[in-house]
């Protein structure tokens, strides 16, 4: 499975951004997406993610309300919808794929694919 993420920007404190992730080779086998970020000099950190289709979702408690992931299958793509943006959600943003459920609450381990990275720049 290969991802490709983009959609990151600068954008103004309070603003919204949406992010996409586009998988492509052996789509169906993938059954767990999400999003992570990472700023310089910091461990790459969890931000949101999603089991199957329409199942369970699962955010990190510093974007639990303004932050949104979804998936569409029929287009191999998966979004990350940001409001309400801060200057500390400052970051790279990386989409993931798993092939397997989450045993606990998800990590970076969860993950086998990982895309390159889209920055995203919120200033205040």
């Known amino acids: 499975v290969q991802l490709q993420a983009s959609g990151g920007g600068l954008v103004q404190a309070g603003g919204s951004l949406r992010l996409s992730c586009a998988a492509s080779?052996?789509?169906?086998?993938?059954?767990?997406m999400g999003w992570f970020r990472q700023t310089p000099g910091k461990e790459r950190e969890f931000v949101t993610a999603?089991?199957?289709?329409?199942?369970?979702?699962y955010y990190a408690d510093s974007v639990k309300g303004r932050f949104t992931i979804s998936r569409d299958d029929a287009k191999n793509t998966l979004y990350l919808q940001m409001n309400s943006l801060k200057p500390e959600d400052t970051a790279v943003y990386y989409c993931?794929?798993?092939?397997?459920?989450?045993?606990?609450?998800?990590?970076?381990?969860?993950?086998?694919?990982w895309g390159q990275g889209t920055l995203v720049t919120v200033s205040s």
């Open positions: 993931a794929a798993g092939y397997y459920g989450f045993t606990d609450y998800p990590s970076m381990p969860d993950f086998a694919a």
């Open positions: 080779g052996r789509t169906r086998s993938i059954y767990t």
């Open positions: 999603l089991a199957g289709s329409g199942g369970d979702t």
